[in-house]
């Protein structure tokens, strides 16, 4: 592991740590241990599969994606899987979750897709992504309708929507106007690397593919693709969804799903901001403001401890084990 990605990892941590530690200060009272005895980790376990569940349909789109793209180089569920898997380690320690798109474009050009078409893959990942949760922002703003008058979540939800929306743009602009993108991308990196032979042409090259990639997800006779796809990401995040609802049947609370759901909007919107490695601390407090308006407060701290650890932690756990069982199998080869 790279010494940048050990730095990355141990800031995450840290403010992740140092929000839940006051979020406890705060919430910790003799009720708790109440709520602590009446535990049913049954629930527990059921949250964890499901975000492995939410894992595997992310595998499964990656297939079904670029077999879109490159109908002759067929990618598996499992090998989808394994470059989720493979992603989130970066994905968590980066801001905005950025790290984890290169790490996909990469594993899917080693299966055999362009360079060009792997990054149409991923970055048409992110555009479902941002539809499914724009689509979904009116009914999470209906049920939370009193924090429209916060200051803080106003700022940072026309911020997250303002990103979302430049997002979609920019990648069904790239895809529209291939020569406008190579002319600018040439002009970027040329002046970079004006001494390498050929840059101009693998630039090119790159757009001409990722355009290819871009127009075959997206083209007008593909509705049913299009269609699959988007029940694809809307399964994956609402399984994702029910994590929450699933640790307070756990810790013997009401589920509460309608208004869980709509609190994983608004954080998505919210996390979206590149503010600090992988939202660390941002993801926290923001989640403790969203759900103490339906969670008994005295539990809303442990609550938070065990959401981030089956929604962060655990990412960063089977990642990092995976690549480097994958890193040792290689060695040893």
Known sequence: MESRNIKLLII????????????????????TIYYLMRVQPQFFLLAILFQILAWLIWGTRISVMARMVEPKKRIS??????????NLFLA???PSMAGGEPVRI????KKGLSTGCATAVVLGERVFDAIFILATVPFALTVFQYLIDVKE?????????ILFVAGVSFFLYAVARPEKSKKMLSRLFGKIKKKKVGWIERIEEFVDEFHRGGTLIFKKRNVKGMLT???????????????????????GHKPVVIQSIAAQVLLQIIVMIPTTPGSSGVAELGASALFSSFVNVSILGVFIVLWRFITYYLNIIISGVFQYKVLKSVVKK
């Open 229 to 251: 796809v988007f029940l694809l990401t809307a399964t994956s995040w609402f399984v994702g969804f029910l994590v929450p609802s699933c640790i307070l049947l756990g810790l």
């Open 106 to 109: 990469h594993l899917l050009a």
């Open 12 to 31: 995450s941590l840290l403010f992740s740590l140092i929000v839940i530690v006051v979020v406890l200060f705060f919430t910790v009272n003799k009720n």
């Open 77 to 86: 569920v499992r090998e989808g899987f394994s470059i989720v898997i493979a």
């Open 92 to 94: 968590a320690v980066t």
């Open 153 to 161: 979540v106003k700022t940072g939800l026309i911020i997250g929507i």
